[in-house]
């Protein structure tokens, strides 16, 4: 079976004012999608056309000649669980599970939000800030390009695109406020706690 797109939790406007329609579009709509694209043409005719979307990251992860499965496969993966990490009404201080762990790991919200600005403003050129749990710790982290925390021990809670196309069209160069207004208006705390209680 084919790799396929899967739709937006929410409508393309949901999360507008912070991203527009036109941002979700093109962001869903065409990168998104080239990279469902990219990985259906790369993986005709290979083992890799029957296994599921988890397995082609996990057995290409870490081998140059099979980079360009792994990168188009991490991109889907990387891009759904993006779209699930941000929600209509979401952002500032978690609730449930997240927030005591938050204070017992990070020492308060405040300084989870200094860490996970500080990585995404910090990932040099295209990449990924991560909320993850490790080792029964919870952990910001950062990764290049379509790496992925799903091809390492890490449990992936939360993430945030600062590729550029997330950001370009409503905040131009200037990364540091989406990242602001990701984490005020946008995250989706219920994700994340249900990411957590799933371990
Ligand atoms: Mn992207």
Redesign the pocket.
């Known amino acids: 079976m084919a790799f396929e797109l899967p739709p937006l939790p929410y409508s393309s406007d949901a999360l507008s004012p912070h991203l527009t329609a036109e941002t979700l579009s093109f962001?869903h709509g065409k990168?998104?999608n080239a990279y469902v694209t990219n990985l259906n043409n790369l993986a005709k005719g290979t083992e890799f056309e029957t296994k599921s979307l988890e397995e082609v990251i996990k057995l290409t992860a870490g081998k140059s000649d099979k980079a360009g499965l792994f990168n188009n496969a991490a991109?889907i993966w990387?891009?759904t669980f993006?779209w699930h990490s941000m929600k209509p009404q979401g952002g500032g201080k978690p609730t449930g599970a997240i927030a005591q762990k938050i204070d017992a790991d990070f020492g308060s919200y405040e300084k989870f939000v200094e860490a996970f600005s500080q990585a995404g403003a910090t990932q040099f050129g295209s990449g990924w800030a991560w909320l993850v749990l490790d080792g029964g710790k919870l952990k910001v982290t950062k990764t290049p390009n379509a790496e992925t925390p799903l091809s390492t021990s890490a449990t992936p809670l939360l993430t945030m695109?600062v590729?550029e196309?997330?950001y370009y069209i409503d905040f131009r160069n200037r990364r540091p406020d989406y990242i602001k207004v990701f984490l005020e208006h946008l995250v989706n705390w219920d994700f994340a706690n249900k990411n957590l209680a799933g371990k």
């Open positions: 962001h990168h998104h991109q990387n891009h993006y695109d590729w196309h997330a």
